[in-house]
């Protein structure tokens, strides 16, 4: 029990990941035969479908404005600012976060920074890194889902049209599927920084304190 409540939060959210997963699946599926119908194709099976182009495409679509948004929302928030948002560190001195970390004998501390040396520079970095390289990994598979899928859907209109992975990165659609994704994610953000000026979410360290001025920079 000491465990779970201690890894309540990311717990939660991996498990409504899965939900919400299988629920696009399952909905996904249905829509897939319904428009096979349409056109007179025969059905596929609910595994032939989890590895088609079709739901490829749509899960790391998704995947990949996440990881754009935040990885760069980690990177920006190192040097920018915004006034009175829980969302910014504060806009003048140095924080606990700025502090150059220096290798250490503290058993306490994280392996690289006992380490040092080249581990330790890369792991002062490895959140964005990640991110980084989580959103590569994922407009890669948000390509090769889309060729697939629209190679798919030419054959059934009787085109011989396809696309390899790189190919289909430089066609139109591929670039609306992913505009339609970051603009609404960067919408978000600047939501976010904006109404955590002017609103507050008792408990939420993602909120100022209840009674903090709108012009209090961070959420501390």
Known sequence: MKWLREHALGLTMFILFLLFLAGQSVAGYANYNEEQQQHNQSGITYSEYIKSGDFIEGVFENWESEFLQMGSFVILTVF??????????????????????????????????????????????????????????????????????????????????????????????????????WQSEYLALAAMIVFSVYLRQQGSPESKPVSAPYAKTGSG
Not at 102 to 115: G, I, L, M, S
Not at 144 to 172: D, F, K, P, V, W
């Open 80 to 181: 920018l600012r915004h006034k009175g948002s829980s969302e910014s560190k504060k806009l003048i001195g140095k924080e606990s976060v700025d502090q150059e970390p220096k290798q250490t004998t503290d058993k306490n501390a994280p392996w690289p920074v006992r380490k040092g040396g080249w581990i330790l520079s890369i792991y002062k970095n490895s959140l964005s890194l990640a991110l980084i390289m989580l959103f590569i990994f994922s407009i890669f598979l948000h390509a090769y889902g889309g060729s697939r899928a629209t190679c798919e859907e030419n054959l059934i209109h009787g085109q011989q049209e396809c696309y390899s992975t790189i190919g289909y990165m430089g066609t139109s659609k591929f670039w609306y599927e992913s505009f339609q994704n």
